[in-house]
Every structure is written in C-alpha cells, then in structure tokens.
C-alpha cells in the first residue's frame, strides 16, 4: 500500500509540472492574508490614509475654468505676482486669470527678445497690456512699442455675423450690456492706467474705433515703421474683427512671432474657433494650438 502511495504522489506532480509547463494553467500563489489592525503598515493605520483627500490628490491649480494637479510653481513667480497685482490694483478688481496672463507675459518676454513691436486688438480693460508693460519694464527696465485696438464701447453691431449672434443665445445689445457689467472699457482710464505702469513715455498708441475700420494704410504704414512685429494679441469676442485683424497682421509678423487668441478654445466661443480656424486654412497656416487655459497659440512660421 505505501509503494501505491508514493507512486500516486509521483503521477501527480508529473501531471501537474507538464499541466504547468505546455499550457500555463495552474499557478500556485500564497492566499492573501485579510490585513488587520495589528498586521497592518503604520502608515496604513493613520486617519490621514483612510480620508478621501488622502487617495484622491488635491489640485495644484483651480481657477478660470481650468483645474490642474501639475506643477503651477509660477503661482511663487514673484516678477509674475508683482505684474499681476499691480494690473488688479489699477483695475480695482480681480478676475483671477493667473495661468492666462501667466501665459501671456511669458509669450511676450519671449517674443520682445525678437522685437520690441507688439499689436493687441482688443483691450478691454487693458488688463494683458498693462500686466505686461509692468512685468518687462521691472524686469529689463525697458517696454514694448504697444499698439492698441478697440471701440472701448463693446462689440460693434455693425460687424457681427449674424450666425454667430445667433451662437451666443442672447442679441447684440444684451451681449454689449452684459459686457458693461463686468467691464469698465475706457479709453481714457486705460490711457492712465498704462502712464502710471510705465511713465507719460510710455511707446503705447490708443486707435479707438472698429476693426477693420480702423486698419488703414498709414496706421499700418507706422506700426511697421521700426520694424516687424513680435507679438499680436487678439480678444475681441466676435469672430469678423479677429479674423481681419489675424489676416491683416500675421503676414507683417516676424518669423517665430507669436499670435495669442485669449477665446479660441473658451466656452461658448466654438464659432469663434471655427472662423479662426477657417481663416488659418485660407492663409496655408496650421490652426491654432489650443490651449487649456482657453487660449489659442499661433508660432509665426516661414510659410
């Protein structure tokens, strides 16, 4: 009896080694042992570990319709902090844009490396200018030539597709009151905001008034006349005016020049988009980079 045993013992691992070897079936693991209290790791048994703020990372960054848990150290910039709290200052409110202006300071301390001549089509507030002026003035002690565009009075309804008012689900003159209510567009306020940044020399030039109404010739002829551009900004919120302001301007611009569209990829501007996008395809250059600030990045090429 005990030679049958051993030989029924022996049959049975050359079954399970051959089993194992050609088809791979049968693993033998150690059972998993139910963790208690006492078996438990230290760090396991800490509140911290079983909080749900402890298994799901807090964000880094939350603000502006964009949530990040990457690294958003340029919050600690002190030069960026500097230029963003002076502009909020000036402005007298804050609409929390860190990473979109972040962006665009950083673009254009890039693009004045290549020329001090920068376009903006659409001011607003002068929020991206005066932000600017301040960040490249206390960092290089010296600033941009700044052309600034805008009808400081809102979307003109004179050059509004009608599709695209239809896009917005609201009229022109509730799109232009509700612009007033948050806005304070001034010429003259911007004009003194821009002095008090960088001084009565400030190389900045106001053309109040509709775009492309306001692209003549010799206005183009002066803007041109130190050199190409470097920096084009673009936030007019209609897509007519930011389309005739990228045709108009892109083709002046220096190889490597950057073309910033502060809404392309923002919510509720998909027709905006399009319209860019659309434009960018005529001209034989590569649409926009969208980016998750809402923001949209064009790199002058040699096309």
């Known amino acids: 009896m005990k030679a049958i045993t051993q030989n029924l013992k022996s049959l049975i691992k050359i079954f399970v080694k051959t089993l194992f070897g050609q088809f791979g079936l049968i693993v033998m693991r150690k059972p998993v042992e139910a963790q208690t209290p006492e078996t438990q790791t230290p760090e396991a048994q800490t509140p911290e570990a079983q909080t749900p703020e402890a298994q799901t990372p807090k964000p880094s960054f939350s603000s502006d319709g964009l949530t990040s848990f990457h690294d958003s150290s340029f919050m600690n910039d002190e030069a960026f902090l500097d230029a963003y709290n002076h502009t909020m200052r000036l402005i007298g409110k804050d609409y929390y844009w860190y990473w979109r202006n972040y962006i665009g300071i950083k673009l254009a301390e890039y693009s004045f490396s290549l020329s001090p001549n920068f376009v903006e089509c659409g001011v607003g507030e002068g929020w991206m200018t005066i932000s600017i002026l301040r960040y490249l003035g206390k960092k290089y002690s010296d600033i941009p030539s700044f052309t600034l565009f805008d009808t400081f009075s809102g ?130 250059i590569p649409i926009p980079i969208s980016l998750p600030t809402g923001q949209g990045l064009i790199l002058k090429g040699n096309y």
């Open 155 to 284: 979307i003109d309804p004179s050059i509004v597709d009608p599709l695209e008012e239809e896009s917005w689900g609201m009229s022109i003159s509730q799109k232009k009151e509700a612009y007033k209510s948050v806005y304070n567009g001034n010429a003259e306020i911007v004009r003194n905001n821009i002095e008090a940044t960088a001084g009565k020399n400030n190389k900045a030039t106001i053309i109040q008034g509709s775009i492309p109404n306001t692209l003549s010739d010799d206005v183009i002829e002066r803007i041109m006349q130190n050199d190409r551009i470097s920096f084009l900004h673009i936030d007019m919120n209609n897509s007519i005016p930011e389309v005739a302001s990228l045709k108009q301007f892109y083709p002046l611009m220096l190889i490597g020049g950057v073309v910033l569209l502060d809404d392309y990829g923002y919510t509720g501007h998909t027709y905006q988009k399009n319209a860019i996008d659309k434009a960018c395809l005529e001209m034989g």
